[in-house]
């Protein structure tokens, strides 16, 4: 069988600029990036915001992942060139992968078979520098608080208290916790830090919320870098570094336009993490497609517990968006694991375990309708599904009043998800999507919590320690308390506990800690383990990755 | 005045393909980065390589650097304009200026007022990316030693005999000495460790030095990561990691073309720093060049006893390179301050101090001869200069049969060379130079950094400890005694002392430590006190970055 990089490389891509011409944007307002990439000119996007009207904004989401694998990205591709193939103009919204875990497991983020954005390996890589230059405009942030430390500290800020942290895009956990400024007096101020991956770190948050440069800047002035003795906040805008991060980001902040295998544009723009941040694409690329678009596809990280619940009530808030349907992705082979199933034994039928993984699905997609949005479930096909088990999955959807239509985008592209198409462009058409977050922004902080717990996850009870419920109380305060909360959990659940698949109730949601990512404009609350800097397996997939004789990267899937 | 950034922006630049057309680079050949920055393709690079003939290389070099700034990148831009003013088919060479120093007090590397590289802003941030590929890969091989400590350790690499440091493109005195790994088991292993600066790892010398793409995995695959308890190494081709690595900077090894302000096309690819490494572009860019135009003006770093040194012995002789011409960079001001004048007095006529630093130019150009190269001084004249400072250099350089040729492209561009681009081309039409470098390669090494000592810092003594002759010995031994010395020293003086200004004899140099960097291809012998990782100042350069209403980048210069 072909691999991705196999099957990508196989198909002839066109010049960027012609699948730019047809979703509208002009050459002048493409900025190349090599033949098959490039940057929306942010005139450009100025002024298409300025125009009225705007296309319909389908959410992808799924099931709690598992190690199956479900095929989110793939659906999301998938759908758009198949929405196409039927004539309906529409706009893909990626989120940018990123690079350390294509030297880990988990290789590339750009879909896999037939639905895939391309060139596959130089997205995977460095695409347009976008995440280098976050990393940057990060780190130099903590440079510059650490150098003001070493020239007198005249701030005051407690070099105990600085909760920033450096970032590198980069899998490697030698760099979570470490002591910094060893060697003496000359050598910068000795205090505990460590690195997260890019992903986690608020600056990408912030580029992915942010509506124009402005709003970039003044959302980086308020990150705050650590605080006083006294408790009060430092901020980026403090320390005069918010104008070297901006002119870090500005070009950056351009959307990127690349094609699908079967010539469908695609914005890839900003990759947060669904656990730490709020995991969507960039506001600005969401909001673009929208102009030039009939019909903007994108998808939220991880499932529509964590990933969709986030963008429905962080980044739609934040960009003032209102989607007009919500698929939920789900495949046989991942229903049968979340039911209790081995990975060996996936290949076989087993009704049981499919009976018992399904009400994963089935809660997500009522969750999903409490947001007032239509739903439609799209179901991966894979070989070894039998028809008794796909019946099973159609019948629990059409109980719940949804249809779950099958797909076979992955082997033939288009073609294979031309139903599911149709049916997303039904439930644009019928008009029924009345999009309502579950809590307004003014209610309090740990209610705004409670809400979340009881609505999405069905937790009996959240757990809040004393602490960080006079954190909580004290940001209010200080006028925070209109702020979103962004849930930091496992993605494998409904709960805090990554064991506890299906759709437990019944649960306690213990909150271990909360930040404020002041300048992203969220209150992280952090529920049981969360890893905000991942490590290497034991056999990195960086061993296999190399140069071929012609000098074209192989190994990277 | 206008600073360089109002100067830059309003000169219309051409269209990157126009640029390159001229210099002989089809646009089949172009990979574009915007519309003023291109990529050339590695595939013609290979191709041009293999035609027949080539143009003459000039290398700029300069005195020992002081506070004032000699102009070294200036003059290299302002020859290359006036060649091709000349109707000279003329390249510029040049390296990549890093991205900390621009938030540190150096500011960019683009040259400066009508001798500029454009577009200066970018050119100066991110550019390409390649500086962050290079982070990356340096990145990724210190993550992959690190997990190979973490799963088991089957190489036997000893955690306090890793050598290999972490770097990034970022002036952070707080991340040179650390102690990574910490926090339990599942987070790392304890060790010590610290970042370089991105222009200083090996990664960049390599990247500079390599020929192709085959040769660079070579090379990357030779890098020394550390030793094990028996003294052996282990290399990145033991950790698997080179094939990785390389696929990383696959892109980056392209050479990176731009315009002059003037329209001159120039290759700015790669940047070592000339302390710790060797202080030139990159080997791919130079006969890159050589291929395609009449004359290649490339710089080398800091003075002449360092960059230009390491240029003839190391980057020459890895590239099969013999410069046709050497230009020395001199100014009234730098050589009075090198006399020992006060920085506040320089626009007053000091003939005394002038005549105590002129022996500093003289020995530099003496020195340069000694390589059989044909040397033309370059007095970039200030309009504080009086004529008799001015007589005073000519004079004494007419001593030495050298002549002193006055430069203004500074305020006038091409226009302020023609004298300087006459006097270039005479010196290769007379095709006097007989290049040959001041050692051979199978001198012992120790020998090699003595033969270094006597005839270009003139120091009466090398002290090389027990401990650094028995390495030296050892490395001789393990058959890597035909490699050069790269001598990490200041660059302010002759000798290891930053306050021996002038023309120092009699010194000695204290050979402090000695470094094999088996992948660039050299033995790094450290003289004295050198920072691999610089700090910011008190007030940053950053905290005056920032956009205009525009979303203009303000502050930079």
Chains 1, 2 share one sequence.
């Not at 019909?295 to 009530?313: I, Q, R, S």
């Not at 200080?478 to 979103?484: E, T, V």
Request: hydrophobic share 50%.
């Amino acid at each position: 069988m072909a691999t991705d990089l196999e099957i990508a490389r196989a198909t002839p891509l066109r010049p960027i600029a012609e699948i730019a011409a047809r979703a509208g944007i002009p050459d002048a307002a493409l900025i190349p990036y090599g033949r098959h990439k490039a940057k929306v000119d942010l005139d450009f996007v100025r002024a298409a915001e300025a125009r009225a009207g705007g296309g319909a904004l389908v959410l992808v989401t799924g099931i709690n992942p598992t190690a199956a694998g479900e095929g989110k990205t793939t659906t999301t591709i998938g759908l758009g060139d198949a929405l196409n193939a039927l004539g309906t103009r529409a706009m893909i919204c990626l989120r940018e992968p990123s690079l350390g875990p294509c030297f880990g497991t988990k290789g590339g983020a750009t879909g896999g078979g037939r639905a895939q954005v391309a060139p596959m390996e130089e997205i995977n890589l460095h695409f347009t520098g976008d995440f280098h230059a976050i990393t940057s405009a990060n780190n130099l942030l903590a440079a510059m608080a650490d150098n003001h430390l070493y020239w007198g500290n005249g701030l005051g800020l407690d070099p105990r208290r600085i909760t920033w942290r450096r970032a590198m895009d980069m899998n490697d956990r030698n760099l979570r916790s470490m002591v910094v400024g060893l060697g003496g007096a000359a050598q910068g101020v000795p205090r505990e830090d460590g690195f997260d991956i890019t992903v986690a770190s608020e600056v990408m948050a912030i580029f992915c919320l942010a509506r124009d440069l402005a709003d970039l800047q003044a959302r980086l002035g308020r990150i705050i870098v650590g605080h006083r003795r006294d408790g009060t906040p430092v901020t980026a805008r403090d320390l005069k570094a918010d104008g070297a991060m901006a002119a870090l980001l500005r070009d950056a902040f351009a959307p990127n336009l690349v094609q699908t295998l079967e010539g469908s544009p695609a914005l890839i723009h900003g990759g947060p993490f669904a656990n730490i941040a709020h995991g969507c694409n960039s506001v600005v690329a969401t909001r673009l497609g929208l102009r030039l678009a009939e019909v903007v596809v994108t998808e939220a990280g991880f499932g529509a517990d964590l990933g969709a619940e986030k963008f429905l009530h962080i980044k739609c808030r934040a960009a003032g968006l209102a989607p007009a349907a919500c698929v939920v992705v789900a495949t046989v082979r991942a229903l049968k694991l979340n039911g209790g199933a081995a990975k060996a034994e996936l290949a076989r039928e087993d009704l049981a375990a499919l009976a018992r993984g399904i009400p994963n699905l089935a809660r997500h997609v009522e969750n999903m309708g409490k947001f007032g949005l239509p739903v439609i479930v799209a179901l991966n096909r894979f070989a070894s599904d039998t028809e008794a088990e796909i019946a099973a999955v159609r019948e629990a959807m059409a109980r719940l009043g949804v249809e779950a239509v099958l797909c076979t985008h992955w082997a033939d592209g288009a073609a294979g998800a031309l139903d599911l198409a149709r049916a997303v462009n039904a439930a644009i058409a019928a008009g029924t999507a009345r999009y309502a977050p579950l809590y307004p922004e003014a209610m309090p902080l740990a209610d705004k919590l409670r809400t979340i717990a009881r609505e999405i996850y069905r937790a009996a009870e959240v757990q809040i320690p004393p602490a960080v419920a006079a954190r909580l109380a004290r940001w209010e305060e200080q006028g925070f308390g209109r702020l979103p909360v962004c849930v930091a959990k496992t993605q494998y659940s409904f709960s805090a506990d990554p064991a506890l698949l299906g759709a437990p109730e019944g649960h306690v949601l213990p909150v271990r800690e909360v930040r404020l990512s002041a300048g992203a404009g969220f209150v992280v609350a952090i529920c049981g383990d969360i890893m905000t800097m991942p490590g290497l397996p034991k056999r990195p997939a960086a061993e296999q990755i190399g140069l071929d004789a012609e000098g074209r990267i192989v190994g990277l899937f």
